[in-house]
């Protein structure tokens, strides 16, 4: 029965099939070419589950150890391939417990549909068992969400939630089904939407602000262009370093930009923001025009708005028009689609050097070289750096690596060093800062693109966050390099506390487990680095490790990430030490 | 005036008839501790599209801002401020009143009268007045009845419909296409 009704599907999509509304919602998923999915299941999904269970060589339902896994490795799988993640997960808790990815993937812009189960419809309202309002929670921190309670409705809402999620900026969708829906039968069919009429996703660049842009490009004497994810949403890659090449320009990046020009591309200067690069901060506020490509001028990348770039014209591409002078007065914005928008502007572009201006940025690299990086990835002081763990990443991997990072020292460290020679090589949270985002999004990034490496990078405070996803990996057999970098502190805040506080460690020094074993209680090849001279082979024999390892390296306990800009402070008063 | 000083605009949200909706537009203003003055939904002059009308005091800056924001909601249509001049609007007040004093105080007969305020209805109990025009006129209007002694009293959202032409038929003509 079940290829008969498969092939009726695949033949025309118009032709109908009468079924439950829980099989309803798993062919939907295969409308959509929804391979893997993760969640976690419960009361009110169970009928979701049971089909899923039918359509399991379809789809790969991998069960993670939390909620909060599932969307994180949703959303790993949706940052390195460009689709679209899924999630789902029962009512109230399991729903609740989406949140904080949902939260993640919606300031990053990571297009993901989550599901949950609901109560039956009769008993909405009444405090029913694990009934939540998850449409109400999820509301400020979705792109869309709907309840469907009707069998009927479960195919249009299912194909605008992949729409909505993927199209223009992406972001996450919930769609919340009631335990009855799922079980009533229905006429189903299957139409994906492609158009939703309030909804104008991609706004039409204007040819007027393409050739102002150009002519201020053309007239500038130290443009500077910074590039955001919108880049690599946009897949604008190679148009934004055709540009970048033609034009002549210095171009640095924001955390979620990065990879999308390789780190080894000379006019590729850098990081922004608080612990980005020196010369990239520093020439912000030296630039005559500033083109903002794809990003959204956070304030961990422009510090004190007054004391931002005030100098300079600002030229802003973006495909979404409430970005525009939401931060940063645009002089001229250029809406749409980073790629149309960019292939639009090349040819109007005169070809150009900026050789006196590319060599101020060298300049200051050479004095953040001096400084600071020299002693963070070649040191000769005692402890272990974070930086040499990482270039020793770099080493081994040749830089082809997808690294995907948690929240703190470890990911500004690793950001800063890692070599990127292929786009979407970093995953990592930006805008909500997540603790316990990489482990799980390692797995979803690694699921995603079985043939790339995919290394871990968390600190000893994260990786305790979502330390329990081991047993995904262990389940899954997923070939996920996990390394931690253990400073026994939670060393971002431990910074802060140094430098702002008085070196008072309120609550930041961990004492933890024996984290090997922890791994190898998962049945993980697992290996513990304390000495310099052990690194070089630790790190080779994790890289060749055809499965999954794990890698503790014990680095000095208060290291701290510089250079900085100070919270509230101008991002020309970064600091290098 | 300038864009930073504040005043009264009126939001005109255009929008698809959405359950969600109001919470998803209210909690833009509620993230930024915007008050909202008021609030008002009803239909449109266009089937199936709903329309807010939201008063706040903002300067223009940050009224754009909101403009975006909402905007940017799937189901938003269009979303246009306005200042109070660019627009008529009504806003009603109803007052509940002891019918006694309307045969014991003669001034409330001339209250009424002047105000061009109606009687909707009048029972043995109390009487109900409603007057509809712009705030100052229903308050004044409070402020004249109140030493008499208001049971209850209420005031509207404001409604509104702009001097200028809304071409939101057009604009879903586009999207259509």
Redesign the interface.
Known sequence: METKTIKSIQNTTKSTIRISGSEAIVRCLIEEEVKIIYGYPGGAIMPVYDELYKFQDKIHHVLTRHEQGATHSAQGFARISGKVGVAIATSGPGATNLITGIADAQIDSTPMVCITGQVPSHLLGSDAFQETDIVGISTPVTKWNCQVTKAADIPAALAKAFYIAKSGRPGPVLVDITKDAQFEEFDFSYEKCTKVRSYNPVPKTDVSSVEAAAKVINNAKKPFIIWGQGVVLGEAEKELIALVEKAGIPAAWTILGASAIPTSHPLNVGMLGMHGNYAPNKLTNECDVLIAIGMRFDDRVTGDLNKYAKQAKVIHFEIDPAEISKNVKADIAVLGDAKASLTAILPLIKENSHTEWHQEFKDLYDIEYNKVIKNDIHPTKEGLTMGEVINEINIQSKGEAAIVTDVGQHQMIACRYADFNKTKSNITSGGLGTMGFGLPAAIGAKMAAPEREVVSISGDGGYQMTIQELGTIFQQKAAVKVVVLNNEFLGMVRQWQQLFFDKRYASTEMTNPNFVAIAEAYYLKARKVVKRADLKEAVKEMMESKEAYFLEVCVEKEGNVFPMVPSGASVADIRLE | MSTEEKQLYAISVY??NN??LL??IS?IFQ?RHINIESLNTSPSEIDGVSKFTIVVNMNEVGI??II??I??Q????KAYYHTLDEIIYQIAGLFKIKSELLFEERQIQNIIKESNARIVTVNKEFFVLEKSGKKEEIVNLYNKLAPFGIMQYTRSGLIAVTKEEMKISTL?KT??N
């Open positions: 929008t698809e359950i969600g919470n998803r909690a993230r754009q801002k975006g924001q905007e940017k799937v189901e938003v249509i879903l999207y259509n």
